[in-house]
C-alpha cells in the first residue's frame, strides 16, 4: 500500500505561481510512476503530469507544457507539482497519484491522495 498526502494548495492571483508537494508513504516511489490529476468544478477529472518511475520520462497535459514542471525527489519520497502563470481556470483540487509501470493519462492509477485546493483569482 502507498499512502499519499499532498499539500501546497491555496488562493493565489492569476499569474502567481504555486508549487505543490506530495508525500509518500508506505512504499518508496523509487519503483513507481507518479502523477498528478486535477478536478475542476462540475467537470471529471484530467491527466495534468506524471513522471515514469524511472526519472527518465515525463509527460504533461498538452495544454500545461510550460506552465507546470513535475519533479521527484526518490530519496525524500516526494513527488512536487510546480506551477507558474496560473490561470482562474487552473482552478481545481489537484491530486497525487501512483502506479505501476508506464504513464498513462487515464484514471488507471492504483492509489490516490485525497487532493489538495488550487483556487486562481482573477
Known amino acids: 500500500q502507498v499512502q499519499l498526502v499532498e499539500s501546497g494548495g491555496g488562493l493565489v492571483q492569476a499569474g502567481g505561481s504555486l508549487r505543490l508537494s506530495c508525500a509518500a508513504s508506505?512504499?518508496?516511489?523509487?519503483?513507481?510512476?507518479m502523477g498528478w490529476f486535477r478536478q475542476a468544478p462540475g467537470k471529471e477529472r484530467e491527466f495534468v503530469a506524471a513522471?515514469?518511475?524511472?526519472?527518465?520520462?515525463?509527460r504533461y497535459a498538452d495544454s500545461l507544457k510550460g506552465r507546470f514542471t513535475i519533479s521527484r525527489d526518490n530519496a525524500k519520497n516526494t513527488v512536487c507539482l510546480q506551477m507558474k502563470s496560473l490561470k482562474p481556470e487552473d482552478t481545481a483540487v489537484y491530486y497525487c497519484?501512483?502506479?505501476?509501470?508506464?504513464?498513462?493519462?487515464?484514471?488507471?492509477?492504483?492509489?490516490w491522495g485525497q487532493g489538495t485546493q488550487v483556487t486562481v483569482s482573477s
Open positions: 497519484a501512483a502506479r505501476r509501470g508506464m504513464v498513462v493519462t487515464t484514471e488507471a492509477w492504483d492509489y
Open positions: 508506505g512504499r518508496a516511489i523509487s519503483t513507481y510512476t
Open positions: 513522471s515514469h518511475w524511472s526519472g527518465e520520462i515525463t
